[in-house]
Structures are given as structure tokens and as C-alpha cells.
């Protein structure tokens, strides 16, 4: 669990070096990575970015990119969608 941790935040701050194309993506794996370990730890997916943020680590810049998710049910995974902002 804590590898997994660790590899997320890894993303994470790769994202902040600079914003490249593949930014978007990366997130978007971190996202369903944080999501997918909630789920292995707890049983439920989070309900939303902000439990991941808090319990999880996850950080990302917020006026770089929107974040949509989308939890239909705590068993199911959630729709993540992530959209890069305009400068």
C-alpha cells in the first residue's frame, strides 16, 4: 500500500515540474490509482477528490486542471475526468 502511495505522489509532482501534454493523463492515472487503493484499503471508492487529497496524498494544481468525478455507488468505479485549464 505504501509503494502504491508513493508511486502516486511520484506522478504527482512530475505534474508540477512543468506542464506538459501528457500532464493530463498522468493525472488522470493518479486519480484512478488513489481511487483503486481507497477501494483496496477501505472497501469503497472515495467519495469524492477531496477524501483523496485529505487521506490519501493526492495534490495536484488546481489552476491547471479541472477535476470531474463522478461516484455513482461506493462499489463502482467512478467516472474521473480530468480537462486542462486555459492560461
Given at each position: 500500500?505504501?509503494?502504491?502511495?508513493?508511486?502516486?505522489?511520484?506522478?504527482v509532482s512530475r505534474l508540477e515540474s512543468?506542464?506538459?501534454?501528457?500532464?493530463?493523463?498522468?493525472?488522470e492515472d493518479a486519480?484512478?490509482?488513489t481511487a483503486v487503493s481507497c477501494y483496496a484499503c477501505?472497501?469503497?471508492y472515495p467519495p469524492d477528490v477531496a477524501y483523496m487529497q485529505e487521506h490519501?496524498?493526492?495534490q495536484y494544481d488546481k489552476t491547471?486542471?479541472?477535476v470531474r468525478y463522478e461516484?455513482?455507488?461506493?462499489n463502482l468505479m467512478?467516472?474521473?475526468?480530468?480537462?486542462?485549464n486555459m492560461p
Open positions: 500500500m505504501l509503494a502504491m502511495l508513493l508511486c502516486v505522489l511520484a506522478a512543468g506542464r506538459e501534454r501528457l500532464g493530463r493523463q498522468r493525472l486519480l484512478r490509482r477501505e472497501g469503497a490519501y496524498g493526492l491547471a486542471y479541472t461516484l455513482f455507488a461506493s467512478p467516472d474521473i475526468t480530468v480537462l486542462e
